[in-house]
């Protein structure tokens, strides 16, 4: 169940904004978040069933810029 501040953050990830910079700027009015912040929360919130229960086709619209795989850490630097 999302709580009615991840879903004000979906809607506002949702909106679309006219200059580059407003939507982390309105990130940081709304939510005292820094744009890091913010899409770190997202991206929580974007893998979750009740975030795409919410707002389906935003979620798959912002899925869509998530990045296809994380970064592969280097087997030699696993801890054995």
């Known amino acids: 169940?999302?709580?009615d501040h991840e879903k004000a953050m979906i809607n506002l990830a949702g909106e679309d904004f006219k200059y580059?910079?407003?939507l982390d700027t309105a990130a940081m009015e709304r939510f005292g978040?820094?744009?890091t912040r913010f899409w770190q929360e997202m991206?929580?919130?974007?893998?979750?069933?009740?975030?795409?229960?919410y707002r389906p086709a935003?979620?798959?619209r912002l899925r869509l810029k998530?990045?296809?795989?994380?970064?592969?850490v280097?087997?030699?630097?696993?801890a054995r």
């Open 43 to 53: 991206n929580r919130i974007l893998r979750t069933e009740s975030a795409v229960a």
């Open 74 to 78: 280097p087997s030699r630097l696993l």
């Open 33 to 35: 978040m820094t744009p």
């Open 1 to 3: 169940m999302l709580t």
């Open 20 to 22: 580059a910079g407003s």
């Open 66 to 72: 998530l990045p296809a795989r994380r970064r592969q």
């Open 58 to 60: 935003v979620v798959a």
